[in-house]
């Protein structure tokens, strides 16, 4: 018999780790419910044809396809192995394929207001947590099966929706505890880059090279868009672009360079308005992160059209924890036009392994029981059954030991489970009306009268 498994990419959690990643969760959609937002859920499978071509060519080829039922039968075999060398050849066969895992909570967004805007009250602002799934190759921090949360704004144009995000941003890891950057960017610019080279139907070829720069470093990223198809002299205009980063952490004398190069380009001159605004409307806030300008900021996905966001951790070198950007006619690709959006997405996972690194979870959030009720006998254990569910009532979380054991084995039981509380109650206290509390961190006890018991706050460590 196989050793059990797991597919490449995915994992198991087990309580410690739900309770961690619940935390998160939950931090993150505390603030989402503060700025106004509602919640909203879709399903894990979407028809291949809504995700395919909206993500770029590499990201189209992560997308995890579905087969259709039926393709094991007999009569079906020929035509399917036909189907499958077409599909090997990189063509999408309606016969063997036709549905796909959700490659993010974006694009079933789009699907979702396309098909509803006639009922939807607009700004519509949603937030969403769900797992998403990508065929891309497991490493530290990049998985095949994770959760994104996701917070849009539909149906406004208005720059004081990026200013909003940003606060979220800046908001949510301000509770968590992590220092952060949001870097920031517009693709008006990166337009008016493509301009600069000889049109804008370069713009893809460009992003898509850009957004590599930190993995794989300038010199092999000159080499690709030589490869795509661009000239040396165009290939230096991006160089100088890109030279402009050496200014990290200076918006002013970015901003500066950048007017210097798009003078007199019309894209370029928009995109540098977009970022002052948002620069000007979160300078004075009083969380811990910084808003710096990135310009090697790419975000090779074809569907933003404006603002670009990419959020890293401060303290600790590490690949990208949150981002996103405006979109203003996703909505257009299902046939529905004119409604402008934009975005943000949260990296759960990888803000799980920050907060691991650097030891930022609080120590309650490790706490499931709060008391362990020892078990001495039938008659005692009946009456501590009764006793705890009057604590359940006042929500506390308890438990009855299962069994009448040595008291050492139910110690140890409340010591793995991380329980800090018990209480015992045996043949004298069962005659007397008391109870015996111990915590057991630091050792303190107790003799309580039982409804002493029932009032007491147990939530304190």
């Not at 931090?27 to 919640?39: A, D, N, R």
């Not at 918006?251 to 002052?276: H, M, R, V």
């Not at 806030?285 to 975000?299: E, F, H, M, N, Q």
Request: glycine fraction near 8%; hydrophobic fraction near 35%.
């Amino acid at each position: 018999m196989a050793k059990p498994s797991l597919p490449q990419g995915t994992r198991d959690f087990g309580p410690d780790v739900v309770r961690k990643r619940n935390y998160i969760f939950n931090t993150i959609k505390s603030v989402f419910e503060l700025y106004g937002f509602q919640p909203l859920e879709t399903p894990a499978m979407e028809n291949l044809d809504t995700l395919m071509g909206k993500y770029g060519e590499e990201g189209d080829r992560l997308i995890f396809k579905i087969l259709n039922n039926g393709l094991h039968k007999p009569e079906n075999a020929a035509k399917a192995r036909t189907d499958f060398e077409k599909l090997l050849e990189g063509k999408n066969v309606s016969g063997i394929t036709e549905k796909a895992l959700k490659y993010d909570l974006t694009i079933p967004f789009a699907r979702y207001v396309a098909m509803n805007h006639g009922q939807l009250t607009f700004p519509f602002k949603r937030y969403q947590v769900q797992p998403v799934w990508r065929g891309d190759r497991p490493q530290r921090g990049r998985y095949r099966e994770f959760y994104q949360c996701d917070a849009d704004v539909v149906g406004s144009k208005s720059l004081l929706n990026e200013v909003e995000l940003v606060n979220i941003y800046l908001h949510v890891f301000d509770k968590l505890g992590i220092r952060v950057e949001v870097r920031i960017n517009n693709r008006k610019l990166l337009q008016a880059l493509a301009e600069l080279c000889g049109g804008a139907e370069k713009l893809t070829d460009i992003t898509v090279a850009i957004d590599k720069l930190d993995k794989i470093g300038l010199e092999k990223v000159k080499a690709e868009l030589t490869a795509r198809g661009l000239t040396d002299a165009q290939v230096t205009i991006i160089e100088n672009y890109l030279a402009v980063s050496d200014f990290s952490g200076d918006n002013e004398a970015i901003l500066n360079q950048l007017n210097l190069l798009f003078d007199g380009n019309s894209a370029g001159k928009e995109g540098l308005e977009d970022i002052t605004h948002i620069l000007q409307h979160t300078s004075n806030l009083s969380y811990a992160g910084k808003v710096l300008i990135d310009p090697t900021l790419a975000r090779g996905l074809n569907y933003y059209t404006g603002s670009i966001f990419e959020i890293k951790a401060a303290d600790m070198v590490f690949g990208s924890i949150g981002g996103g950007g405006r979109y203003d006619d996703l909505t257009g690709l299902f046939g529905v036009p004119n409604i402008p959006g934009v975005g943000i997405s949260f990296g759960v996972d990888r803000i799980y392994d920050v907060m691991e690194e650097l030891k930022l979870f609080p120590a309650a959030i490790y706490i499931g029981t709060q008391v362990l009720f020892f078990n001495c006998g039938e008659k005692e254990s009946n009456h501590a059954f009764n006793l705890m569910q009057q604590l359940r009532s006042n929500g506390t979380r308890c438990e009855l030991f299962h069994e009448a054991s040595k008291f050492d084995k139910q110690f140890k039981y409340a010591e793995k489970k991380n329980i800090p509380y018990i209480v015992i109650i045996g043949e004298k206290e069962l005659n007397e009306g008391t109870c015996n509390v111990k915590k057991l961190n630091t050792g303190e006890q107790q003799t309580l009268r039982t409804e002493d018991l029932i009032q007491m706050d147990f939530s304190a460590l």
